[in-house]
């Protein structure tokens, strides 16, 4: 059965087929999520193997392996730096949650694990990015009944976990 839920746990920790890295548009290790994934997986292998893709645009997603992860694989979809909410945000944000489930279909993945993307550093409001993850992530699943992927959005922090429920509880 396909589900998504939330849980109190480091992305890196979680035992999902794929993880999402909430990545830059140029692979780089990065802060929080990023830098998270990086650690875990093996910074130099995966480096090297975002190196080998060397960009990835807003809104989009590419994968490579999960190296020293649980995880099979890494996802890495890039999410919009929040300015107004009226640059495209929405859109982009959609999207990359939207390209990740894809690859994680076509890759033959039961369940991938999200952090709430674009939320941390790149300043999207939490409430709005819990909104545009939750619809993404529910209207991917219903566009392809023949999918049957899980997924689970990790956290770290209270009121976020708070936000994400509170979302979730408001559309089923």
């Known amino acids: 059965m396909r589900t998504i839920e939330i849980r ?16 830059n548009s140029a692979l780089l290790a990065g802060g929080g999520v990023c830098g998270a994934v990086f650690r875990a997986a093996g910074h130099k292998q995966l ?32 999410g919009p730096r929040w300015v107004d909410g009226r640059h495209g945000e929405p859109q982009q944000l959609s999207s990359a949650y939207q390209k990740a489930l894809a690859l994680a279909a076509e890759h033959g993945c039961s369940s991938v694990g999200f952090p709430l993307i674009s939320a941390g550093i790149f300043g999207y409001p939490v409430a709005l ?32 976990m708070e936000a994400g429920l509170a979302q979730l509880a408001s559309v089923e």
């Open 129 to 160: 990015a819990w909104e545009r993850a939750i619809a993404a992530c529910r209207g991917f699943l219903a566009a392809h009944p023949e999918t049957a992927l899980d997924v689970v959005f990790a956290v770290l922090d209270d009121s976020v």
């Open 8 to 23: 109190k746990i480091s992305i890196t920790d979680l035992d999902t087929d794929a993880i999402v890295n909430a990545a």
């Open 47 to 78: 480096q090297e193997a975002c190196d080998r893709i060397g960009h990835c645009p807003t809104g989009s997603a590419v994968i490579t392996p999960g190296f020293g992860l649980k995880a099979k694989y890494i996802i890495h979809a890039v």
